[in-house]
């Protein structure tokens, strides 16, 4: 089945200073477990996406099936945020309490889960981003990395079957974004279906495809190793290729013809090893 089924999807703010619209005619579907990646630079319309798939925002126009509820009926807005759940960019927004289980708890009670089942969820969940022990620290004390982990914990606690993180490395340090990733990694093995938002082609890589947004609009989708290598389509979106790409083709245009185009780093390495 698929998780997310999008048509058409199209939402303009209509402020006074933004008639345009932020997402124009958006098409795409998302299969259950896979993990998929938006890209595109800022204003793109990557949080108004989101923010629809997690039923924050209602359809203007198209038609959207979230977890295979339809999310143009008002009865379902509810079952949708249950279903898909949304970490966002700034780990010191999500908390509602200071209290690391205390702000778990109080967000399960807000979707209805009973007492006795409270405290299994949260040690679950904290266990699964490897944040077993910080039940009762307080989130002030608690790294970039850290919080967003929580955060992460607190919206796997209710459940869901798809995960949307919005930008959640971009305030992190290096070290924080490897623990926030890592731990997407392992809910994606977990058979969870992960929506990625970044404007980080990097991270991109770990997708299983990747979807290029663009003033609005679906430039391409397709899987790392189709979207990646495109230069002109990644120029018209105006994100920088990875750094391997990049060097891939200077190499290239130095004369030096590597075999097929690396995404990583380490796959740059091995190409050029066997270069020798
Ligand atoms: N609350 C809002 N009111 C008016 N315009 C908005 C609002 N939120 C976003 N926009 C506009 O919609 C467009 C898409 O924004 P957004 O979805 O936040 O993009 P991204 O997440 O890719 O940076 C931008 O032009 C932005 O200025
Ligand atoms: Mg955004």
Redesign the pocket.
């Known amino acids: 089945m698929q998780a997310v089924i999008a048509q058409h999807l199209t939402y303009s703010?209509?402020?006074e200073?933004?008639k345009?619209r932020?997402?124009d005619d958006v098409s795409f579907q998302v299969r259950e477990g896979e993990f998929l990646a938006i890209l595109?630079?800022?204003?793109?319309?990557?949080?108004?996406?989101?923010?629809h798939l997690n039923a924050l925002l209602f359809p203007q126009k198209g038609e959207l099936v979230v977890a295979g509820l339809d999310a143009l009926a008002n009865a379902n807005i509810w079952k949708i945020r249950k279903a898909c759940g949304m970490v966002f960019q700034n780990p010191d927004n999500q908390f509602v309490s200071s209290v690391v289980d205390e702000d778990l708890s109080f967000g399960l009670r807000n979707f209805g889960i009973s007492e006795e089942e409270i405290p299994g969820r949260v040690k679950w969940a904290l266990e699964t981003v490897g944040m077993a022990g910080y039940e009762k620290q307080s989130t002030h004390f608690l790294s970039g990395g850290q919080k967003q982990r929580i955060a992460i914990a607190g919206v796997l606690a209710v459940e869901p079957d798809i995960l949307i993180f919005?930008?959640v490395t971009s305030m992190l340090d290096p070290e924080g974004r490897r623990d926030v990733l890592n731990t997407m990694g392992r809910l994606r093995d977990n058979g969870k279906t992960i929506i990625m938002?970044s404007?980080y082609i990097e991270e991109a890589v770990m997708a299983d495809r990747i979807v290029l947004?663009h003033d609005?609009k679906i430039l391409g989708i397709g899987t790392p190793r189709e979207i990646l290598p495109d230069l002109e389509l990644l120029s018209r979106t105006g994100l920088t290729p990875p750094m391997a790409v990049k060097a891939y083709y200077d190499l290239k245009e130095a004369g030096i013809e590597l075999s097929g185009c690396p995404l990583t780093k380490e796959e740059l390495v091995e190409k050029l090893c066997q270069l020798r």
């Open positions: 703010y209509l402020s200073e933004n345009n932020a997402i595109g630079h800022n204003g793109c319309g990557k949080t108004t996406l989101a923010r919005d930008e938002i404007h947004l609005g």
